[in-house]
């Protein structure tokens, strides 16, 4: 099994280096290490040429982490494609677990559990899983079970997949600014295997400056679209559900958001999307937002109830 890790770089001097040690690192030694840097205005070049470690540095062309990641699958020669931000980090046994695991499953893609890391690289937040075992799936469906229980896609420096199932699906979609990482992960696993390792094995950096998940209202919007994008891919009530839930949340986000450009993207690509029922809600929980938190509730009692259903 070769391991190409590709590692999206943008203005990332601070980090870049802690993010290389941790994957030379690795106890089960990477194929090649692939940095893509994203038009860099600071020194992560140079840091990364002056490192010592034998990098594979790419140029990006077109702007974006769904343009880099791209240009990094472009060039890998590895079978398995690990993915790693560059303020991101992995601790020594990332990749030996996931070797372990997709050489005894049948599956195209893996996933972990993850810390947080500070800016310091020394104060970590020791996240419990609220998943406890092991788990495999098959499909998008599966995938759901997993993600209720666990409120959110893991992220990409936690993401291995089969480079010929990346490149057969089209690798990321350029269009999705944010969240292209929960659209690529939903195209790889449709009809096909997956692993989630609950032990953790990486850790995200919180807080990061300039980072695409730190904007609320634009994560929040991007999720949604990367969900309805993907719709047409299963039949399933609860991710008709999440997919609802998904659409109130963007458009409530966005409408309490400071910036106009949130308000108006929100407005503009969630709202039509509305049936006359969920149109006057919004207009409700819009002026009283404390009140979402009741429509999750109620739309998580829908989810225990098709749950039991299913039983």
């Not at 140029?59 to 079978?79: F, K, L, P, Y």
């Not at 709202?271 to 739309?299: H, I, R, W």
């Amino acid at each position: 099994m070769k391991i190409s890790v590709i590692i999206p770089c943008h203005n990332g001097e601070k980090t870049i280096a802690s993010s290389l040690l941790s994957v030379v690192r690795q106890e089960y030694k990477a194929h090649e290490i692939i940095v893509v840097d994203d038009h860099s205005e600071d020194k992560s070049v140079d840091l990364i040429r002056a490192s010592g470690i034998d990098v594979k540095l790419v140029s990006a062309g077109a702007t974006g982490a769904s343009n880099a990641r791209n240009e990094g699958i472009d060039v890998a020669t590895g079978n398995w494609l690990a993915f790693l931000d560059a303020d991101d980090l992995w601790y020594p046994n990332h990749l030996s677990r996931a070797e372990q695991f997709i050489s005894t499953h049948k599956v195209v893609g893996y996933l972990n559990h993850y810390d947080w890391v500070s800016q310091t690289d020394t104060i970590f937040t020791k996240k419990k899983s609220p998943v406890d075992a092991e788990t495999t799936g098959q499909g998008i469906d599966t995938y759901l079970n997993l993600y209720l229980k666990y409120k959110h896609f893991v992220g990409m420096s936690a993401c291995i997949v089969e480079r010929e199932r990346a490149e057969l699906i089209g690798g990321f979609d350029p269009e999705l600014v944010r969240r292209h990482d929960i659209d690529f992960w939903l195209r790889i696993i449709d009809n096909q295997g997956w692993f989630f390792d609950p032990q953790a094995t990486s850790a995200y950096r919180k807080n990061t400056l300039n980072s695409l998940s730190s904007n609320q209202p634009s994560a929040a919007l991007y999720r949604y679209l990367a969900f309805k994008k993907n719709h047409k891919l299963t039949n399933s009530l609860v991710y008709d559900l999440l997919l609802r839930q998904f659409a109130m949340t963007a458009l409530i986000k966005g409408a309490l958001s400071e910036k106009e450009q949130d308000h108006k993207l929100a407005s503009d690509l969630v709202y039509n999307d509305f049936c006359l029922l969920e149109k006057v809600l919004s207009k409700v929980l819009t002026q009283f937002p404390g009140m979402l938190k009741y429509y999750k509730k109620a739309l998580k009692a829908r989810f225990r109830c098709l749950s039991q259903f299913k039983k």
